[in-house]
């Protein structure tokens, strides 16, 4: 796509739009921050539960609003839902273009997380969350449990940037779009510039198959700018993967406590790049079992049934695949077919 007709959709300003709509059956609540106000949406089932609430953490561009399909799902089938927006997302304070983007580390918007995580663990009586990560927001999750700054119940990884480095992910990113760097460059460096049209977003986040009308509403809601230092911290491994598992308390009453879900058609988070983060922590796991600092049993890898019949699970890590997705499974038309899957593995977690 040439650069020049992309110009329109990056901006160098705050925004200025009113706060996102929201379904009848989500609330909204702005957390006081040392920083500036923080976002959390929050969805309740309709009668009073115990169930341990799902924590859901956006990726690069997004916020808390691409979780809206997800928290009406699981809300309706008696789980409590949160989700937030760091800085500079959704609608929570956004810094200057300066200061955002160049700025802001993952440190900094790690503590936004910490802070919507432990909002949303004193208000459901101090459960412990099951925390769902998806893309940069997945790698952000993985450097909070490996710094160990808060334990989980359960853990779930879509499409993340893997806890050993992205630079495998950007590789493929640059693969698929030729333009990459000249379109960096005429945009100046602008760190919207991969998606600065519905075209590029839908070729990297979607399937060919979603409405484009969905995507254009995609396209209007994402963040103005984004962090370069939030990528950048995440180039190289970042976490230890054995402090990453310890951090989950579920250990010995399920199956396996952490699931890895990827995209069928997810063209930078692909098969080979999520069979190898199923990797790393499996193999994280079984040190664990051998040093005896889990007391489960490490049962090898077998298929498991599934929706589209690549689903696996052994080492203490499940593997599912959402059919006909793209890497935000969340907003894709088979979202539904992801949600069901989480939904299985929240429910074996004991």
């Not at 691409?66 to 760091?86: D, H, K, N, T």
Request: glycine content about 10%; overall charge neutral; some cysteine.
């Amino acid at each position: 796509m040439f650069p020049s007709f992309t110009y329109k959709h990056l901006t160098w300003l705050r925004p200025s739009r009113p706060l996102h709509p929201l379904p009848p059956s989500v609330s909204r609540t702005f957390l006081p921050t040392p920083s500036g106000d923080i976002e959390v949406l929050h969805a309740s089932p309709p009668s009073p539960t115990t169930q341990n609430p799902l924590f859901f953490v956006h990726g690069g561009m997004g916020g808390a609003w691409v979780w809206l399909e997800y928290l009406q799902f699981f809300s309706a089938r008696g789980i409590p839902c949160y989700a937030v927006s760091m800085r500079g997302h959704g609608d929570s304070w956004c810094p200057s273009f300066l200061r955002l983007t160049y700025g802001t580390t993952k440190r900094m918007l790690a503590d936004d997380v910490l802070a919507g995580l432990r909002w949303a663990m004193e208000r459901e009586g101090g459960r412990e969350v099951v925390l769902v990560g998806h893309s940069s927001g997945g790698g952000l999750s993985q450097f909070i449990l490996s710094e160990r700054e808060v334990r989980v119940k359960g853990y779930v990884l879509m499409g993340a940037v893997p806890g050993y480095g992205s630079l495998g992910v950007y590789m493929n990113w640059f693969r698929l779009d030729p333009w990459f760097t000249f379109r960096m460059i005429f945009h100046l460096w602008h760190p919207n510039s991969p998606l600065s049209h519905p075209a590029l977003t839908r070729r990297v986040f979607f399937s060919e198959e979603l409405d484009g009308e969905y995507v254009e509403r995609f396209q209007e809601k994402a963040s103005p700018y984004e962090s370069f230092l939030w990528i950048m911290g995440m180039r190289k491994t970042f976490v230890n993967p054995q402090t990453v598992l310890s951090q989950i308390s579920s250990w010995g009453r399920s199956r396996q406590s952490m699931m890895i879900l990827r995209g069928e058609v997810d063209k930078i988070m692909p098969k080979d790049e999520m069979d190898k983060l199923a990797g790393f922590y499996r193999k994280a796991f079984s040190g664990l079992v051998a040093q005896k600092k889990l007391d489960v049993e490490d049962t090898d890898v077998q298929p498991i049934s599934g929706d589209g019949g690549q689903d696996n699970a052994g080492h203490g890590v499940r593997i599912s695949m959402v059919p006909k997705a793209g890497h935000h499974m969340q907003n894709d038309i088979t979202w539904e077919a992801g949600a069901q899957k989480l939904l299985d593995f929240y429910n074996q977690l004991g």
